[in-house]
T-cell receptor
Framework: GAVVSQHPSRVICKSGTSVKIECRSL??????MFWYRQFPKQSLMLMAT?????????EQGVEKDKFLINHASLTLSTLTVTSAHPEDSSFYIC????????????FGPGTRLTVL | KNEVEQSPQNLTAQEGEFITINCSYS?????LHWLQQHPGGGIVSLFM???GKKKHGRLIATINIQEKHSSLHITASHPRDSAVYIC??????????????FGKGTLLTVNP
């Protein structure tokens, strides 16, 4: 089956530092990847849509200069949280849409970010 | 505004019981997903539906396009089924936009 991995699974960083999270599709090519954020006891909120080889499309209210997304290959997208603050502490999840698929998406296991 | 509503918000059951979780949405969709999220946080995709019914093990998902409603059923529930179940839809009006809109989730607790 289609597998999406994320790395790291957990990260703790100091306020002001930058953190990079990787999302990889392990056994398929993903033309589109999605980045979500989930705060405790809330549902997933889409942050941005990432298409391979082009700029990401950010949802309203998401700062593109703070959350840098790179989708340089068909199997890898990265989310970099720049100058992290405690309010950025959250659970970040990616999903990937296989090339040619119309509705399928496969979700990664998530990354727990804690900013001290 | 396009919305996805789930019910119930919380559900507690005894082991062995038949479980039903409901999802309603406001306008036409291309696809509906049922997802499972365990306390550790990772999300597992259970089903993707655009019509009819799907079954996998003890899980059954149905969708009624005319009524804009889907149900997730769990037969012979087990404590390991305890998780948050999330309904997510891709709106038909989205065109080539594949993004999903999520319900708030149903927290299921199955007691032994």
């Amino acid at each position: 089956g289609a597998v999406v991995s994320q790395h790291p699974s957990r990260v703790i960083c100091k306020s002001g530092t930058s953190v990079k999270i990787e999302c990889r599709s392990l056994d398929f090519q993903a033309t589109t990847m999605f980045w979500y954020r989930q705060f405790p006891k809330q549902s997933l909120m889409l942050m941005a849509t990432s298409n391979e080889g082009s700029k990401a499309t950010y949802e309203q209210g998401v700062e593109k200069d703070k959350f840098l997304i790179n989708h340089a290959s068909l199997t890898l997208s990265t989310l970099t949280v720049t100058s992290a603050h405690p309010e950025d502490s959250s659970f970040y999840i990616c999903s990937a849409k296989p090339r040619g698929a119309h509705n399928e998406q496969f979700f990664g296991p998530g990354t727990r970010l804690t900013v001290l | 505004k396009n919305e996805v509503e789930q019910s119930p918000q919380n559900l507690t059951a005894q082991e062995g019981e038949f479980i039903t979780i409901n999802c309603s949405y406001s306008v036409g969709i291309s696809a509906l997903h049922w997802l499972q999220q365990h306390p550790g946080g990772g999300i597992v995709s259970l089903f993707m539906l655009s019509s009819g019914k799907k079954k996998h093990g003890r899980l059954i998902a149905t969708i009624n396009i005319q009524e804009k409603h889907s149900s997730l059923h769990i037969t012979a529930s087990h404590p390991r089924d305890s998780a948050v179940y999330i309904c997510a839809v891709r709106w038909r009006s989205g065109g080539s936009n594949y993004k999903l809109t999520f319900g708030k989730g149903t927290l299921l607790t199955v007691n032994p």
